[in-house]
Nanobody, 121 residues
Framework: QVQLVESGGGLVQPGGSLRLTCAAS????????MVWYRQAPGKQRELVAS???????NYADAVKGRFTISRNNAQNTVLLRMDSLKHDDTDVYYC???????????????WGQGTQVTVSS
């Protein structure tokens, strides 16, 4: 059974750094785009950064120059390195991946359970 598991969230001071990791596991034939979203209570989920299977990246304006997304195709993982963190980056961060489960022939969207990032002094 395919699942996405995030790790790396926590409490950090303003200006600090965190690294989030999302690992896809289970019967996977192929992994396409991998995306990080974030969501605050009462607000819509917003895209933070995405990376295609070929390594093309896209970032929300609010995080450009501070966050870096990368992936390891051999391990089916995606990493979000967050530097120069601000109070406004406090959110639950979710991993989203489009992948083809083994035995199927179409991409499906999967979500992780979310990991809390809190930026506070």
């Amino acid at each position: 059974q395919v699942q996405l598991v995030e790790s790396g969230g926590g409490l950090v001071q303003p200006g600090g750094s965190l690294r989030l990791t999302c690992a896809a596991s289970g019967g996977i034939l192929r992994v396409g785009a991998m995306v990080w979203y974030r969501q605050a209570p009462g607000k819509q989920r917003e895209l933070v950064a995405s990376i295609s299977s070929g390594g093309l990246t896209n970032y929300a304006d609010a995080v450009k120059g501070r966050f870096t997304i990368s992936r390891n195709n051999a391990q089916n993982t995606v990493l979000l390195r967050m530097d120069s963190l601000k109070h406004d980056d406090t959110d639950v961060y979710y991993c989203n991946a489009f992948l083809i489960p083994r035995g199927e022939d179409a991409y499906r969207a999967y979500w992780g359970q979310g990991t809390q990032v809190t930026v506070s002094s």
